[in-house]
């Protein structure tokens, strides 16, 4: 915390010393980079509402939902892809870590000053690389002033006291002198002891459907549900109509319980005759063997409250700019610190006959630290319409806990660096070249590692270009990419499961390009064209990955001979829009070479875990999603706001060979469900107020873990929320709010198919925050 001070410190020492310069700056039209019309781009602001994740802040967008493992770590997943196939951004820097590698890592999220969030659906590799194959988002945390503010200071600072929710308290400060220095400081705290639910904490199927009506166990969902189920054969005490009444008086003399039975009225031991008593319990036909049912909790079934579900997160960052005639240079700092519990099982999956009260909880700590210089110049070369310069460290640590005892840690420290030249509009055409350069380093410890030190090496050469015409907008791009990973020596060993030998380093060149066409089809209508054939390596854990994992409940095995995976994309919108009514129709498939899975292979490991391997085969991705909304001006009484929309996506093996159709299925388990989502908002003077409800139905796409998995209940979320702001008249306070919201208002057992947790550990109950923003 001390460099973190010491920096903040440098940071307002710059700005006091540009602040003396008497310049006055002329208006700035810098350019940013804009995504193209063809892009399936969607930029959602941040409100008032109590999102726990990044990915529960942008589950309202059609096709985008959170991986929900429990609800401390909740990723976005976009069109049934997420971890390494999602690019995550903060300020145009990557922050993918362990993140992108294990589920219960959450991405470091501050959701009180974020000032908004711009999601790509379709493939953004031509920008971002093989790590958005599958889309990208970027989070913009309100540090950089990117143009000089109307005002030359300003304090907001937030209260929220929650109610099965998160309390929480905010600062955010900007001062700046008018002419060419501005200067963002952000402080934030969150933290809850616990969450209610509305019921257990395990589903009823975890009790239900253990045993299937044609014998055995459902092994893979008594694993899923942290249950010891198994099946023993034991004497069945009504099966014989005599207690034997020597054995009663001897019991040292007998083998087991079938020994204190008999079918004899009387019974004669070393010449004595003893007359055995009738057996109360006697039924005459049953037979003198049953199977007997075992069902016990590995993990604690909770009622009413989520166990090991508590959260804390602190943000302290600063951020400056100084501006010139022909642009602007940002320096800023960034630093998160997180720990919470991670609900429903424990890391040490208990073998038979434990004594399970001794399972210690999972806990995770998370640091993330991020120090960014920006700068972005009008006109620096001829030909050039400017030039963007990202450079960026990464600094993250996460790890898991066994109660107070470290398990493992991961630390990340990762360089970054882009440079971006926007050339000049040459007639109708516009675009960009750039390059950038990333340098990553991985470090293990703890006794439970399952991944070894790896050096990774990124090299990048991109190039985009638009033509704007009257009634058209095409867009092209490619990108060539050099990916090395380079083994580090350390005391991490492979699994005697694990295909590789010894661990060798690996390279890979990569090659993707995109093109597309935004047609206007009169005065209505539009539509939208796109292709992309995208390339992504291999990361570490696919390649290298060995021993247990977890947070994934698995011994999980990497292989090192892994391919690049490519997608070939195609994607069609359809657009109308008339009088405040807006609908856009999106359909898209992904063909998939060599897609990355994690497949079962039958077995299981020490305590029960069931042992996958990283495998490949050719995957369709296909779904579709449709948007609309109308906005209606209702005079004196305001204005209202309606929207809907509706997704489904199908992530299906083309031709699936013989084990991963008996081990995995045709469809991958845990898929995201299709939903349909309603909202209204309304908004008359300082008064606003919002509900939104999404259904999320019962999953027909089942995967499958040796058995086919167990589909859980729909359930509808429904949230809302009311906010005035107060006409203020006073010198010193500029803007004054309070609000209310509510989430889960139903109090639905919900359990989204798609999360990892979902038979152990459901969203929580019905929560409300009363807050309060104040703008000094």
């Not at 971890?83 to 294990?102: C, K, P, T, W, Y």
């Not at 087991?256 to 009738?278: C, E, H, I, L």
């Not at 390339?535 to 854990?541: E, K, S, W």
């Not at 009311?722 to 803007?735: G, K």
Request: aromatic letters at 10%; charged letters at 20%; proline letters at 5%.
């Amino acid at each position: 915390m001390r460099r973190h001070v010491l920096a903040v410190a440098v940071l307002l020492a710059v700005h006091g010393a540009c602040a003396a310069e008497n310049t006055t700056l002329p208006t700035l039209d810098v350019r940013a980079d804009r995504p193209s019309k063809v892009d399936s781009v969607v930029v959602v602001e941040n409100t008032d509402a109590p999102n726990r994740t990044l990915g529960e802040m942008l589950e309202h967008v059609s096709g985008v939902q959170s991986s929900a493992f429990g609800p401390n770590a909740g990723a976005p997943v976009i069109r049934s892809l997420g971890g390494n196939r999602v690019q995550l951004l903060e300020d145009g820097h990557s922050i993918l870590g362990m993140n992108a590698i294990s589920g219960n890592i959450n991405v470091p999220f501050d959701p009180l000053f974020v000032k908004q969030v711009t999601v790509n659906k379709s493939a953004d590799s031509v920008r971002y690389g093989g790590n958005a194959i599958g889309g990208s988002v970027n989070v913009d945390t309100g540090l950089i002033s990117r143009q000089m503010e109307t005002k030359d200071q300003e304090m907001e600072l937030l209260l929220r006291q929650g109610f099965n929710a998160a309390d929480a308290q905010g600062f955010r400060m900007n001062f700046n002198n008018q002419r060419n220095v501005s200067t963002n400081l952000q402080m934030s705290v969150q933290r809850i002891s616990h969450y209610d639910i509305p019921g257990n904490s395990k589903a009823s199927v975890c009790d239900s459907q253990l045993f299937p009506a044609a014998g055995g166990v459902n092994s893979a969902l008594a694993d899923a549900c942290q249950k010891e189920a198994r099946v023993q054969r034991v004497y069945n005490k009504a099966s014989q109509p005599f207690i034997d009444q020597f054995m009663t008086e001897n019991p040292d003399w007998a083998d087991g319980d079938f020994s204190f039975f008999t079918n004899q009225p009387t019974s004669v031991w070393m010449g004595k005759t003893y007359v055995n008593p009738a057996n109360p319990q006697y039924v005459q036909g049953t037979p003198s063997y049953v199977q007997q049912q075992i069902n016990r909790d590995v993990t604690p079934n909770y009622t009413g409250t989520l166990g090991n579900s508590y959260f804390r997160n602190t943000h302290l960052a600063a951020g400056s700019t100084y501006f010139f005639d022909r642009g602007y240079v940002a320096a800023s700092i960034d630093s998160k610190d997180s720990e919470y519990g991670v609900p429903g099982f424990s890391m040490e999956n208990l073998s038979f006959g434990s004594d399970y009260s001794q399972g210690r909880p999972v806990g995770v700590k998370l640091q993330q630290d991020t120090y960014t210089v920006l700068a972005n110049v009008r006109e620096p070369l001829p030909l050039l319409d400017s030039a963007e310069v990202n450079l960026s460290k990464l600094s993250s640590t996460a790890g898991e806990y066994l109660g107070a005892s470290k398990a493992n840690q991961y630390a990340f420290d990762t360089y970054q660096g882009e440079l971006v030249l926007n050339h000049r509009r040459v007639g109708a055409l516009t675009g960009q070249l750039g390059t950038s350069y990333q340098s990553r380093s991985i470090t293990g410890s703890g006794p439970q590692r399952y991944l070894p030190d790896v050096d990774t090496q990124a090299k990048a050469l991109f190039v985009k270009e638009t033509l704007n015409l009257p009634w058209a907008t095409f867009d092209a791009g490619y990108r060539h990419e050099k990916i090395d990973h380079e083994i580090q020596a350390s005391r991490f060993q492979s699994g005697r499961n694990s295909p590789n030998g010894s661990l060798k380093d690996r390279d890979f060149n990569l090659e993707s390009y995109s093109a597309g066409g935004y047609f206007k089809l009169g005065k209505w209508f539009a539509a939208i064209l796109r292709y992309a054939d995208s390339q992504r390596a291999p990361d570490v854990n696919e390649l290298y990955a060995s021993n247990a994992h977890y947070s994934t409940m698995t011994q999980e095995e990497g292989n090192q001979t892994l391919k690049p995976e490519r997608a070939k994309t195609q994607e069609f919108t359809l657009a109308f829009s008339n009088a405040g009514f807006d609908a856009t129709a999106t359909a898209y498939e992904m063909k998939y070479e060599n897609y990355l899975y994690l497949g079962y292979s039958g077995l299981q490991t020490a305590n029960r875990l069931p042992l996958k391997y990283w495998k490949q085969t050719d995957t369709t991705v296909k779904g579709f999603e449709v948007d609309v909304s109308q906005a209606l001006e209702l005079g004196r009484y305001g204005s209202l706001q309606l929207s809907a929309f509706s997704d489904l996506v199908k992530n299906k093996a083309d031709q699936p060979d013989s084990l991963r159709a008996h081990n995995d299925g045709q469809y991958l388990p845990n898929m995201p469900t299709n939903r349909y989502g309603a909202n209204v908002g309304w908004q008359r003077g300082g008064w606003k107020a919002h509900v939104s409800g999404t259904y999320y139905d019962t999953q027909q796409y089942l995967g499958r873990n040796v058995s086919e998995e167990i589909p859980l209940p729909a359930f509808t979320l429904v949230d809302m929320q009311v906010s005035y702001a107060f006409p203020i008249r006073n010198a010193y306070v500029s803007a004054l709010e309070v609000f209310v919201n509510g989430s889960n208002l139903l109090d639905e057992e919900a359990r989204p198919h798609n999360s990892p947790l979902k038979y152990i550990a459901p969203l929580p109950g019905r929560g409300f925050q009363i807050g309060l923003n104040v703008k000094l």
